[in-house]
Nanobody, 123 residues
């Protein structure tokens, strides 16, 4: 089972940048597909970005396309989400997970979603 723990969030002003990290354990990260998700209290968790195996194609939801970049570092067992030009609508708790390739379906370990990291963007 692949465990994923997100970190790197913070409170920033609009226009700032943050880089989130997702430390993965239990698998060679390049052999999995990965996704970043975010959740605002009272709302469903939503997709943000995904990456295919072997650090292949990355895809982004429309609201972050052109501002966010997802990439991986196999030696560090870490998947990153570089977030630039942050806006208040990017605020939320961010989670990462191994996903079923070609979908947004998370492949969660028995303990469910791993640790998320809070991003707060103020105007």
């Amino acid at each position: 089972q692949v465990q994923a723990m997100a970190s790197g969030g913070g409170s920033v002003q609009a226009g700032a940048s943050l880089r989130l990290s997702c430390l993965a354990s239990g698998s060679d990260i390049s052999s999995n597909c990965w996704g970043w998700f975010r959740q605002i209290p009272g709302k469903e968790r939503e997709e943000v970005a995904r990456m295919f195996k072997n650090y292949g194609i990355t895809e982004y939801v429309g609201s972050v396309r052109g501002r966010f970049t997802m990439f991986g570092h196999n030696a560090k067992s870490t998947v990153y989400l570089q977030m630039n030009e942050l806006v208040p609508a990017d605020t939320g708790m961010y989670f990462c997970a191994s996903i079923r390739c070609g979908t947004w379906s998370p492949l969660l370990a028995s303990r469910g979603w791993g640790q998320g990291t809070q991003v707060t963007v103020s105007s």
